[in-house]
């Protein structure tokens, strides 16, 4: 069984060189000065009251889990100041945040690891964040935050297929038919800070709720998109080749940081010293590790 993750796919699709890098050689980027770890600290926090914990407990944990992915050598007063944000928020999501379930008999599994053969020997991995029910109802529970206005978000969502794939193989695992999925947006406040670098203040967060059904033919567009990508994917190993898309060099005004790598190619092996090894998750030991 050949076994496969969406959003390891979609890097794949955005640049197959990128993917090379990050899911074959196992390079992650070294710490930059913006703290990345937000939105996993967020779902940690959330994930903590769904199984019952306070609000406190859970920010304890959450902010735990992002400073723990911040490197402890001296930062400047920028970096220093981008930390800062990133607890404000953190602390004020949580807080605020407003779906916290009334009944714990609800919550049907959290953080569930999960397979599905999507087509003949090939498979699949996810991590269902919740399985809740709503009136009755089985519902894939899904958070994710935010700088975008929450409505453009969730439109942007509505047109993702990851969530399609998620829902069938849900349906699929348990033998039970899904109402959809219930997604949560999160913005992220804004936080001003003075001239002095001090705190001046922050806005509230905000948050939207809106659930996303899945049609049959969205299922079988999944199913191609997944079949074609998986045996590009493949191809790609095969044959050694890797197709660079420079479109991609660029991202929200931020360059990859594989960028060096690419305009320098007689310097990889001694540029590569200046990147760790990447992490292994729960999609690994499918494609990209060879076991």
């Keep these: 069984m050949e076994r496969f993750n969406v959003s390891r796919l979609q890097l794949f699709q955005t640049c197959e060189q990128k993917y090379k890098w990050k899911y074959v050689d196992d390079l992650e980027p070294r710490w930059d000065g913006v703290p990345k770890p937000l939105g996993t600290a967020f779902h940690v926090g959330v994930a903590a009251m769904y199984s019952g914990r306070s609000r406190a407990e859970a920010q304890v944990e ?3 889990v992002y400073l723990e992915a911040i490197p402890l050598e001296a930062h400047d007063d920028k970096q220093r100041q981008q930390i800062t944000k990133g607890e404000l928020q953190l602390r004020a999501m949580l807080e605020q945040y407003p779906y916290v379930p009334e009944r714990l008999e609800d919550i049907v599994a959290i953080e569930k690891d999960m397979e599905w053969e999507v087509v003949p020997g090939k498979s699949l991995m996810f991590r269902a964040d919740r399985l809740i029910r709503v009136n009755g109802r089985l519902w894939l529970h ?3 935050t935010t ?19 998620y829902a069938a193989g849900v ?3 348990l033998g039970e038919k899904l109402a959809g999925v219930m997604l949560d947006v999160v913005h992220k406040p804004e ?3 003075k001239k002095t670098g001090e705190f001046s203040s922050m806005k509230e967060p905000g948050y939207l709720r809106e659930p996303i059904h899945k049609t049959e033919e969205q299922l079988e567009e999944f199913k191609k998109w997944f079949s074609v990508l998986t045996g590009r994917v493949e191809d790609a190993k095969f044959e050694g080749e890797w197709l660079k898309n ?8 931020r360059t990859c940081p594989y960028l060096q790598m690419c305009l320098r190619p007689g310097w990889n092996e001694g540029m590569k010293e200046l990147f760790g090894k990447r992490e292994r998750d729960y999609a690994d030991g499918g494609e990209e590790d060879g076991d």
């Design 62 to 64: 959450a902010l735990a």
């Design 142 to 144: 899904d958070t994710k």
């Design 147 to 165: 700088g975008l206005d929450v409505e453009v978000m969730v439109k942007v969502q509505r047109l993702r297929t990851q969530y399609v794939g």
């Design 171 to 173: 349906e699929a695992i």
């Design 191 to 193: 936080v001003y800070f």
């Design 246 to 253: 420079t479109d991609a060099c660029l991202s929200f005004n």
